[in-house]
């Protein structure tokens, strides 16, 4: 008997122990622009994504995720760093985000996910989008990352044919043309090709990451595979071009659900599956400004740019055979999340001389233990823009579609909705309920004073001579 209770008693330490000496492998895949009801799982009818959804049945499905902005740069910035973009002045009501004259990037004094692995002996890699910093300063190399390979920043920029999107947005024809694209493909801090083919580039991120993964099986990695699409201008493979009979958006899925395909068959080929925690997600809702080329919200409410669900829940997968339990989580997460997670999963410490914003989710991945995030702020261009709890959501601002012109409007009052009633965000309930819109409105108060010795703005600005 006293045998078995030392046992029992220490069992605890057993898995602390082993989970040290074999810390878990952690592979992040991010869509750009990837909305709400684009993939199967999620509730689209005709995309055909097999591998994302495979994922979903042997793994968990977070049906209440979020993303730190509903814009690229400060999205990315959350996600890697477990911070409101606000504290380190990754958004701005000037310039949304980073572009090629931008003269900054992440502040070199932030930690990614990537930084604090890598004292545990992780190999790291970002393989895709950056758009966190272009010049070589602040390049993934700066931030954590062993090795880089992709595209600096958004898709469509270094172009003088941005004019021309909402005329032709129809035509699948008009986004053939790479050449109208002159963005670079940086290998580490070298310029290898320019314009990028962004014909072949998810194909090419695919490569480099299941290589990736053929080189380092043998010790810890984290790879971060933030994909270029479905972010316009939209761009397929030979092999995926029309294979859909549908729409070039819905190869453009296709693909990228292959490219995950390929990825897990990496991991399965090299054992490495049943110690590997993979989350697949997007960096916001979808530009539903280009229409047929813009994808969809499902049931949720406008896409990019604006607080409402539909630019900040998105699709989320957890796979991990061995260390996710699987589930279907109707509880709150958020991007803001996987730092603290993937810290507890590997036993690598969480910076204390900052605000972390992320909550430790790796009990409900586990365990389907409770979610333990409460609550979400909605930030949008430097601005709160609305807040929610478990049931409730409360609007100050809203944009209601994406328009880099078009200004935030601030209600003349607040708005309320059951979010778990009325997920589309259609019934205002602010008048039936002042209470609520008090006690929400006194949360996001305290929250602006939390956040009053935050960075100054890194977005705005100009380089000289560009």
């Not at 320019?194 to 072949?200: E, F, H, N, V």
């Not at 029309?242 to 070039?248: A, I, N």
């Not at 709160?384 to 409007?409: F, M, S, W």
Request: proline share 7%.
């Amino acid at each position: 008997m006293k045998n078995w209770i030392f046992i029992l008693v220490c069992l605890p330490f057993f898995k602390l122990s082993s989970q040290s000496e074999n810390p878990p492998n952690f592979v992040v895949v991010f869509c750009d622009d990837l909305g709400y009801g684009d993939i199967g799982s999620f509730g689209h009818p005709l995309i055909q994504t097999p591998n994302i959804d495979r994922m979903a049945v042997e793994g968990q499905k977070w049906t209440q995720f979020y993303v730190a902005d509903p814009v690229c740069t400060p999205s990315r910035a959350g996600l890697l760093t477990g911070r409101y973009p606000i504290r380190n002045g990754m958004t701005s009501s000037e310039r949304h985000v980073f572009f090629p004259d931008s003269p900054n990037g992440l502040p070199l004094g932030e930690l990614t996910i990537a930084e604090i692995l890598k004292p545990l002996g992780y190999s790291t890699a970002a393989v895709g989008k950056w758009h966190l910093g272009h010049l070589p300063k602040f390049l993934p190399g700066q931030q954590g990352f062993d090795y880089y390979y992709g595209i600096p920043y958004s898709n469509d920029m270094d172009s003088d044919k941005w004019g021309e999107y909402l005329e032709q947005s129809e035509d699948p024809d008009y986004f053939s043309n790479t050449e109208f694209f002159n963005v670079p493909l940086i290998e580490n801090t070298d310029i290898i090709e320019r314009p990028a083919d962004q014909t072949t580039i998810t194909k090419r991120y695919t490569e480099k990451a299941v290589k990736f993964i053929e080189k380092n099986k043998a010790q810890p990695f984290f790879l971060y595979l933030a994909h270029s699409m479905p972010h316009i201008p939209l761009f397929v493979s030979e092999e995926f071009r029309g294979r859909s009979k549908t729409s070039l958006y819905v190869d453009v899925i296709e693909e990228i659900d292959w490219s995950v395909g390929e990825v897990l068959k990496a991991l399965e080929k090299n054992n490495l599956h049943k110690n590997t925690v993979v989350v697949f997600t997007s960096d916001n809702g979808p530009w539903l400004l280009f229409k047929t080329h813009g994808g969809s919200a499902g049931p949720l409410r406008a896409g990019k740019g604006t607080t409402f669900e539909g630019g900040q829940r998105v699709p989320t997968v957890f796979w991990g055979p061995g260390i996710v339990s699987p589930g279907v989580i109707d509880q709150m997460g958020a991007t803001l999340d996987l730092l603290p997670t993937f810290a507890s999963l590997s036993g690598a410490k969480i910076p204390t001389d900052r605000k972390i914003d992320g909550h430790d989710l790796s009990k409900a991945l586990t365990q389907k233990s409770e979610s333990p995030r409460k609550e979400f702020f909605y930030w949008a261009f430097a601005e709160l823009h609305a807040y929610r709890n478990e049931q409730y959501k409360v609007h100050i601002k809203q944009r209601e579609a994406i328009h880099y012109g078009r200004p935030t409007l601030e209600l003349d009052s607040p708005e309320l909705y059951d979010i778990n009633a009325d997920i589309s965000e259609k019934y205002d309930i602010a008048d039936k309920f002042p209470k609520v819109v008090s006690k929400l409105l006194n949360k996001m108060q305290l929250h602006l004073e939390d956040v009053q010795d935050a960075l100054p703005d890194q977005l705005a600005g100009r380089m000289a001579n560009e």
